[in-house]
Nanobody, 123 residues
Framework: QVQLVESGGGLVQAGGSLRLSCAAS????????MGWFRQAPGKEREFVAA????????YYADSVKGRFTISRDNAKNTVYLEMNSLKPEDTAVYYCAADSRYGVVVSPSYAYWGQGTQVTVSS
């Protein structure tokens, strides 16, 4: 079992930045694909970014490409999401996810999920 705990969310003005962290426990995540998803009120959960086992492969949703950066520190068992140039439409609960499949997983069919952290961007 992998337990995931997100942190770093909060309230920020449009154009600002936040850095989300996802700390994993239970197992080392060096052989887990990791992803970030988000869910806004009244909307379905959507893919944001994903990263492969070693961090060499990443993939982003078009809506965040060029503004968000996903990274991982396997030694710290932690995954990050650096969010810049934030927009009000980025407001959502952000979830971290882990899966043992190799490669970059963009579907929401991850095996393990965190509880989420709220990101609110004011205009």
């Amino acid at each position: 079992q992998v337990q995931l705990v997100e942190s770093g969310g909060g309230l920020v003005q449009a154009g600002g930045s936040l850095r989300l962290s996802c700390a994993a426990s239970g197992r080392t995540i060096n052989r887990y694909s990791m992803g970030w998803f988000r869910q806004a009120p009244g909307k379905e959960r959507e893919f944001v970014a994903a990263i492969g086992w070693s961090g060499g492969s990443t993939y982003y949703a078009d809506s965040v490409k060029g503004r968000f950066t996903i990274s991982r520190d396997n030694a710290k068992n932690t995954v990050y999401l650096e969010m810049n140039s934030l927009k009000p439409e980025d407001t959502a609960v952000y979830y971290c996810a882990a899966d043992s499949r190799y490669g970059v997983v963009v579907s929401p069919s991850y095996a393990y999920w965190g509880q989420g952290t709220q990101v609110t961007v004011s205009s």
